[in-house]
């Protein structure tokens, strides 16, 4: 027969017994500063053999999680800064339990630049434009030479071949980003005449014009089938956008060019082609 004593004993070891099976959750946090755009991984570590798993992130607007918020592990991807609330509770038949930890996201810099490269001979100048935001400051990197700090920049290369530029654009708390541009300078100067153009204003294909690389001087002359002149223009930049003199369409057809034409490097071109216009 089973004393006061014993009952309370059994009864104090069941207590302890259920209180022993509800299950624990750690949340293990990724290192270093948490910044926006990047995409995180959280683990949590638990023990007495968890059934289900719950998290729950506060504010979650702008935040994805992967793959769903219902698993063990997840990765999030947090769109604004600020400090955010991330909890777990985890459960099973005894019992369940939450765990919360705090997170402090960065805004990301990003990183933009314009790159307009003159290739007309050497020297080549690259002009830089910075477009980034949300940073402190920026720097410039140059395959070829040494950084630059400048925020917007003009660089002459005398060599021809293949260069890079990256810019970093430095965020708060290390959150940073990078752009690269890639490019080559030509080691001699050349032309392609195009066969067909299409001025009918929608941007693509809407001007004649020569591909030109490194050079320096350039005439060069329109006519239509008939041999009447139609256009001119003297500088490697210019082209014919399909209207007369007096500004009216052209109709569609066969048009003739003449250019002669001078590089960089002393080499000269004499071309004469015929083309299509089409409207």
């Known amino acids: ?4 004593f014993h009952k309370t004993l059994a009864l104090l070891l069941t207590g302890f017994y259920l209180h022993a099976q509800i299950p624990t959750a750690t949340i293990t946090l990724p290192s270093g500063t ?8 959280f683990s949590s570590t638990t023990s007495n053999t968890p059934t289900s798993f719950n998290w729950t992130v506060f504010p979650s607007l702008s935040v994805t ?3 769903d918020l219902l698993t063990q592990n997840i990765t999030l991807n947090f769109g604004r800064s600020g400090v955010y609330s991330l909890s777990l509770q985890i459960a099973n038949g005894t019992g ?22 003159n290739t007309s001979g050497f020297p080549s100048q690259l ?3 910075n477009y980034s935001s949300n940073h402190i400051s920026s720097q410039w990197l140059y395959s070829d ?16 071949g ?4 990256t810019l970093i654009a430095y965020g708060a708390n290390a959150c940073n980003d990078t752009s690269r541009y890639s490019f080559r300078i030509a080691d001699s100067s050349g032309i ?3 066969n067909i153009f299409t001025p009918n204003n929608d941007s693509v294909n809407d001007i004649f014009k020569p591909i030109a690389r490194g050079i320096v001087k350039m005439e060069a002359y329109i006519y239509n089938r008939y041999g009447t002149p139609i256009h001119h223009w003297d500088k490697p930049q210019g082209y014919w956008d399909g209207r007369t003199s007096s500004g009216e369409p052209c109709q569609s057809g066969v048009y003739f060019c003449i250019l002669e034409a001078t590089g960089f490097d002393g080499k000269t071109f004499k071309m004469k082609t015929q083309f299509t216009l089409l409207r």
């Open 145 to 160: 030479a040494v950084s630059d700090f400048s925020v917007n920049t003009v660089k002459n290369y005398t060599a021809s």
């Open 1 to 4: 027969m089973l004393t006061r």
């Open 96 to 117: 369940s339990t939450i765990t919360t930890s705090t997170i402090s996201v960065s805004q990301n810099a990003l990183a933009a630049f314009n790159a307009s490269l």
């Open 34 to 41: 948490l910044c926006t755009g990047h995409t995180y991984s």
């Open 65 to 67: 999680s992967s793959p």
């Open 162 to 165: 293949n260069y890079t530029v």
């Open 127 to 129: 002009v830089l434009t």
């Open 192 to 194: 392609t005449l195009p």
